[in-house]
């Protein structure tokens, strides 16, 4: 059984960064695609960034793009989103995902694993 636990959320000013770390467990992740989703209050689940495996390509929501960046260390078995210039509409919990099967990167219906989530508020 996969277990993916986000954590590094916190409360932010406007302008400020964070590191989010998701830490898998139960398999290797060096050969999946993983995925940074978030969902903020009374909305749907949204993309925000993806990492193929060996890092061979990674892809961003228009949103986050120039901001935020994903990386992997397949070693520690752990994916990584730092978020720079974070802005009030930020704020969401963070979950990050795994996809077994290499579907649409940017689908929540691609992910097959999901961590429980980590908060990000951002204050103006």
């Known amino acids: 059984q996969v277990q993916l636990v986000e954590s590094g959320g916190g409360l932010v000013q406007a302008g400020g960064s964070l590191r989010l770390s998701c830490a898998a467990s139960?398999?290797?992740?060096?050969?999946?695609?993983m995925g940074w989703f978030r969902q903020a209050p009374g909305k749907e689940r949204e993309f925000v960034a993806a990492?193929?495996?060996?890092?061979?390509?990674?892809y961003y929501a228009d949103s986050v793009k120039g901001r935020f960046t994903i990386s992997r260390d397949n070693a520690k078995n752990t994916v990584y989103l730092q978020m720079n210039s974070l802005k009030p509409e930020d704020t969401a919990v963070y979950y990050c995902?795994?996809?077994?099967?290499?579907?649409?990167?940017?689908?929540?219906?691609?992910?097959?694993?999901w961590g429980q989530g980590t908060q990000v508020t951002v204050s103006s």
């Open positions: 990492i193929t495996w060996m890092s061979i390509r990674t």
């Open positions: 139960g398999r290797t992740i060096s050969r999946y695609t």
């Open positions: 995902a795994l996809d077994t099967a290499s579907g649409a990167y940017s689908s929540t219906a691609t992910y097959d694993y």
